[in-house]
């Protein structure tokens, strides 16, 4: 069974930073593409940053150059740096696995709450 469990979220002042950790039950990064998703209020759920199996990342264009994902193998996380905040980055962010990349066998963590206000 994979279990995801994010931390990190805070309240944070505008340009401040913030890093987000996912840990995983086990070892999935060999075989799972990992991401970050976030959902604003009144707003969809939407993709802020991808790792993949092959180690590619890609970026929302809003994130770019302030957002950093990585992954450490030894401890079975993943975590994203946020850098440069601002008020629009406000969201819960989740953490995805997704099995071969193929989207038919997915797990989300549970959330954490990131909120960005002077």
């Known amino acids: 069974q994979v279990t995801l469990v994010e931390s990190g979220g805070a309240s944070v002042q505008p340009g401040g930073s913030l890093t987000l950790s996912c840990r995983t039950s086990v070892f999935i990064f060999s075989t799972h593409d990992m991401g970050w998703y976030r959902r604003g209020p009144g707003e969809q759920r939407e993709l802020v940053a991808s790792l993949a199996r092959s180690g590619a990342t890609s970026f929302l264009d809003s994130v770019k150059g302030r957002f950093t994902i990585s992954r450490s193998n030894g401890q079975n996380t993943l975590f994203l740096q946020m850098n440069n905040l601002k008020p629009e980055d406000t969201a819960v962010y989740y953490c995805?696995?997704?099995?071969?990349?193929?989207?038919?066998?997915?797990?989300w963590g549970q959330g954490t709450q990131v909120t960005v206000s002077s």
């Open positions: 995805k696995a997704d099995r071969l990349g193929r989207g038919t066998t997915v797990y």
